[in-house]
């Protein structure tokens, strides 16, 4: 799956603050960090383990906010 940095990702697994499942790609390298989209907390993971975790894309980032 192809994403990039800014995108709105769907995860497997909502996140327990209000119940949402989109998070934005906000730092990317060999770990991901990842912000949910519900409360703004922030989670630093392992590239694997985010492409495991990971859905689908849900909105590809425009050109202005990369």
């Keep these: 799956m192809e994403?990039?940095?800014?995108?709105i990702v769907e995860m497997k697994k909502e996140h327990p603050c209000h119940k949402s499942k989109e998070w934005k790609?906000?730092?990317?390298?060999?770990?991901?960090?990842?912000?949910?989209?519900?409360?703004?907390t922030s989670v630093l993971m392992p590239r694997a383990e985010f492409d495991k975790k990971?859905?689908?894309v849900v909105r590809?980032?425009?050109n202005e906010e990369m």
């Excluded at 994403?3 to 995108?7: G, M, R």
């Excluded at 990842?34 to 409360?39: N, R, S, T, Y």
């Design 3 to 7: 994403y990039h940095l800014n995108d």
């Design 25 to 40: 790609i906000i730092r990317m390298g060999a770990d991901i960090r990842i912000k949910c989209q519900g409360c703004g």
């Design 54 to 56: 990971i859905k689908k």
């Design 60 to 62: 590809i980032a425009s």
